[in-house]
T-cell receptor, first 113, second 116 residues
């Protein structure tokens, strides 16, 4: 049972435009959410996070939005750059779950010139 | 700082062979993890160590054992490798933020294991 879902396996965006990556979750006990970026042959690297007490967190070109009632979060990248081309994983941590991450299946983002 | 270091980076095993994947972190984190990544499956937690001396099963622990050797090192052992264990293995470490807030995990570069 996939508790964190990323329904779009891939996304293609033009350089300079907005990239929107989506993530849905089913476990209402999740209270902390993270986005990771992964290049081929490397480990995932942390990008941005959000606590369930907030609905938005911004860090430079990256903004994460959380809609708790819909159990949905999204990552916005503005403007998109070719170096943003990577696989993006959504992850979640439940209340009392330490720092154990439950990951989505990932979305491959390709930013084209 | 090297962060999280994994060895080896690549390994080919025959079915039934055993091996240990090594992981060390230099960030003084209490918690360490082993994940595996398979196509279309994301990363799945194999085992977890909240602190030195403790280990817990994750989502997919069957066929694996772990040892938290000290605060820095967390090893993953395959006693009798099977083709289903062909995967990319990632070690990670994390710490709670000051004030008890949750913190992000830092990952190693991965070990690509093929079992034939």
């Amino acid at each position: 049972d996939q508790q964190v879902k990323q329904n779009s396996p891939s996304l293609s965006v033009q350089e300079g435009r907005i990239s929107i990556l989506n993530c849905d979750y089913t476990n209402s006990m999740f209270d902390y959410f993270l986005w990771y970026k992964k290049y081929p042959a490397e480990g995932p690297t942390f990008l941005i996070s959000i606590s369930s007490i907030k609905d938005k967190n911004e860090d430079g070109r990256f903004t994460v939005f959380l809609n708790k009632s819909a159990k949905h979060l999204s990552l916005h990248i503005v403007p998109s750059q070719p170096g943003d081309s990577a696989v993006y994983f959504c992850a979640a941590i439940p209340t009392g779950g330490g720092n154990k991450l439950t990951f989505g299946t990932g979305t491959q983002l390709k930013v084209e010139l | 700082n090297a962060g999280v270091t994994q060895n080896p980076k690549f390994q080919v095993l025959k079915t039934g062979q055993s091996m240990t994947l090594q992981c060390a972190q230099d960030m003084n984190h209490n918690s360490m993890y082993w994940y595996r990544q398979d196509p279309g499956m994301g990363l799945r937690l194999i085992y977890y160590s909240a602190s030195e001396g403790t280990t817990d099963k994750g989502e997919v622990p069957n066929g694996y054992n772990v040892s938290r050797l000290n605060k820095r090192e967390f090893s993953l052992r395959l006693e009798s490798a099977a083709p289903s264990q062909t995967s990319v293995y990632f070690c990670a470490s994390s710490e709670f933020r000051a004030g008890g807030g949750k913190g992000e995990a830092f990952f190693g570069q991965g070990t690509r294991l093929t079992v034939v």
